[in-house]
């Protein structure tokens, strides 16, 4: 990724940023935004909507390399649309509607959504509390009116989804429903969020998907879990490689499950064990080690003997660093 961000005078804020991981520059954030007071903020242009917590906590902070199955099955991406976010001491409230993605909008698609998200978030017990839900509406109005899940199997290294809808049509819309939860307290934080998602098809059963993670985390280290804003932020390590320390250590447990069958659609149900090991020698540099021990029913892709339930077990490292 490669962006640049900045302010204006009068309140006004920009944010510009492209993908190259495929080898082509892909447009991810593009917008605008105006503080119309200390706790209401506009933006206009191409942004993420409302999915959840783990969708809207920056990969570049989240506990797994991968976010949980169902973020991406589910098609939660940046669309171009404009929306409002009040954040208050302890509410946050965030609303828009939205077209499609920047490069969709040339085509045939003519989709309109409604994409907003509450979330309640009082310290409590000496930690944070945060208790929040979701909704999305979408209307297709495209020529093709098809729609498409499925998910990789807990690593983005490959293409392959072993659960996967395929094509399903005719698709006027969907409409979807998500819950979060997290308590943070020190160098210990708890997850869990949960997501439904219904499809409205003329002349057949109406499909509900579901998907969901559940997930603790410790800092093994003295050092904090961070949270702002309604997301997960940045681990800032409080004796950091450069200075002496080890920086930061998190081990982190998650189960992660999805089912994209019901009314006739068999995408098939995919359960994850996972376990994550994370160094933060510095604010900006880490290293990760995951892995995820997955339970397929009913794949997309069968074995050579053409067994359509099995097991598979994945490991995935990363070295990042941002700046």
Excluded: C
């Excluded at 979408?138 to 983005?156: C, E, I, Q, S, T």
């Amino acid at each position: 990724y490669l962006g640049f961000d900045g302010t204006l005078p009068g309140g006004f804020g920009y944010r510009v940023e492209a993908d190259f991981a495929n080898g082509t520059a892909e447009l991810t954030d593009v917008y605008l935004t105006y503080k119309a007071t200390p706790e209401l903020t506009l933006t206009a242009g191409q942004h993420k909507t409302f999915g959840g917590l783990e969708e809207l906590t920056s990969d570049l902070v989240t506990s797994f390399m991968e976010r949980a199955a169902f973020n991406s099955a589910f098609g939660f991406e940046r669309r171009v649309g404009l929306s409002a976010t009040y954040s208050g001491k302890t509410l946050l409230v965030q609303g828009g509607v939205f077209t499609d993605g920047a490069r969709d909008l040339v085509d045939s698609n003519n989709s309109r959504s409604f994409d907003g998200r509450v979330v309640f978030m009082p310290k409590l017990g000496g930690g944070q509390l945060h208790v929040g839900g979701s909704a999305h509406f979408r209307k297709y109005n495209d020529l093709a009116n098809v729609a498409a899940y499925g998910a990789r199997p807990f690593v983005h290294t490959t293409d392959v989804r072993l659960v996967n809808t395929g094509n399903i049509l005719p698709v006027s819309g969907e409409r979807s429903f998500g819950a979060e939860f997290a308590y943070v307290a020190g160098r210990f934080h708890a997850s869990a969020e949960s997501h439904w998602l219904k499809l409205e098809r003329s002349g057949f059963p109406d499909p509900t998907f579901n998907g969901g993670y559940a997930e603790v985390g410790l800092l093994l280290t003295d050092d904090v879990t961070a949270y702002k804003g309604g997301v997960y932020d940045r681990i800032r390590p409080k004796k950091p490689l450069n200075k002496g320390g080890m920086g930061a250590l998190q081990v982190n447990a998650r189960y992660d499950w999805l089912d994209l069958s019901d009314a006739g659609v068999v995408g098939g149900r995919q359960k994850i064990a996972a376990a994550s090991l994370i160094w933060i020698p510095t604010d900006y540099v880490r290293f990760l080690v995951n892995y995820g021990h997955l339970w397929i029913n009913d794949a997309a892709l069968p074995t050579a003997s053409g067994d359509r339930d099995y097991a598979a077990d994945v490991v995935g490292m990363r070295a990042q660093f941002d700046f």
